[in-house]
């Protein structure tokens, strides 16, 4: 399992682990460059694979208004 | 993903440019893009006074924060709109954010201007994203002016670009089109303004930011649910998602080949004069900004 914190909602979800980022934001339905995928203060591009236990913030990108 | 420069690991994919960055790199590779729009679209001369305007978003601190990167010496400027559940939040936020850096900042309180947005919400019967944006411009206009600022850059990127140019296209706005530039000349009482990040997507900017360790406010307003730009915005990102470079294609088609067309066709440009209150140009007596605000005293 992998703990994700989404941004700007402040909602948390604990999802199976997928294996590379670019599934995570699949999964999300969210395209490549909708939102920033951080973990451990680092910016994950989505090639970057994805471990058991990660926990990782996703940022959406789209200012409202 | 490597690095396109140095070939160390990416952390920024940039699909619409084949490539990925570093950090590093990817702060290089922004501030060049931010110089190349000032530089292509002449936006600044070596001696002027630059206005920002700062919202508090990621877009308007990352441009204060290249322009400064790039060796100017931008002044903020903040318009406090005195919306509850957000104007305190962004008003701190852009107070840190220049307070951190030493950099100037001048605040805008809209309820010393008689302007408060919650009251005029209240009293004035038309949608208030319309009437907030108009008073923003006015402050922002109005300030550059009397200050003595040579030019007023605002933060709008790529995506804010698109949505409106395509949201002008929908209606076919040929007035609104020809007026739409990343760089437009001061003429009839406005200050220059200038867009330095119209080459830069939102995801850009946001990763800039992150890169910067620019802390900004992402709390939306409370006024502003179910804009139809946002909804602009999302049909835009699933095109750029199938065919990475449209929308700045797109956009600088339109400033090449589309623009002139309709600029040649604006012929019955509206005669301004100033206004009788506040100086700032109106084709009324009154300006819109000011007639709003004597609706509130009368009531």
């Not at chain 1, 934001?25 to 490549?32: A, F, T, V």
């Not at chain 2, 318009?79 to 104007?87: F, R």
């Not at chain 2, 309180?109 to 319309?130: A, N």
Request: charge should be positive; include cysteine; hydrophobic fraction near 40%.
């Amino acid at each position: 399992m992998i703990f994700v914190r989404l941004e700007p909602e402040s909602e948390d979800l604990t999802l199976p682990k997928p294996n590379t980022v670019l599934q995570l934001l699949n999964r999300l339905q969210l395209g490549r460059t909708q939102a920033l995928v951080i973990r451990s203060g680092e910016l994950l591009t989505p090639d970057r694979r994805i471990h058991d236990g990660d926990r990782i913030e996703i940022r959406k990108v789209t200012s409202a208004g | 993903m490597k690095c396109r420069r140095c070939k160390a690991l990416a952390a920024v994919a940039l699909p619409s440019h084949h490539a990925g960055f570093c950090p590093d790199c990817f702060r290089k590779f922004f501030l060049k893009q931010v110089e190349t729009a000032i530089r292509r679209k002449k936006m600044i001369l070596p001696e002027d006074k630059i206005l920002v305007a700062l919202s508090g978003g990621k877009d308007s601190l990352a441009l204060m924060e290249a322009l400064t990167r790039l060796g100017y010496q931008p002044v903020g400027l903040h318009v406090d709109l005195k919306i509850p559940g957000s104007s305190d939040v962004a008003r701190k936020t852009v107070e840190d954010f220049c307070s951190r850096r030493g950099l100037r900042l001048i605040v805008a309180d809209m309820e010393e201007w008689g302007l408060p947005i919650p009251e005029v919400r209240r009293k004035v019967k038309r949608p208030i994203c319309s009437i907030c944006g108009k008073i923003k411009r006015h402050a922002f206009n109005r300030i550059a002016l009397e200050q003595g600022f040579d030019v007023l850059a605002t933060g709008h990127n790529l995506d804010d670009e698109t949505a409106r140019l395509f949201a002008n296209t929908l209606r076919w706005d040929e007035a609104h089109m020809a007026g739409q530039s990343p760089s437009l000349p001061a003429e009839n009482g406005f200050a220059r303004k200038i867009k330095p990040l119209y080459r830069l997507s939102e995801f850009e900017t946001a990763a800039f930011a992150f890169l910067t360790d620019i802390e900004y406010t992402t709390a939306p307003c409370p006024y502003s649910r179910g804009a139809s730009f946002t909804a602009h915005k999302a049909l835009l990102a699933q095109l750029e998602a199938r065919s990475p470079g449209s929308k700045i294609s797109f956009y600088e088609g339109f400033l090449e080949r589309g623009r002139p067309a309709f600029q040649n066709r604006d012929s019955d440009k509206e005669q301004l004069a100033p206004c009788q209150y506040c100086g700032m140009p109106t084709s009324a007596g009154a300006c819109g900004v000011c007639r709003v605000r004597q609706l509130l005293q009368q009531s």
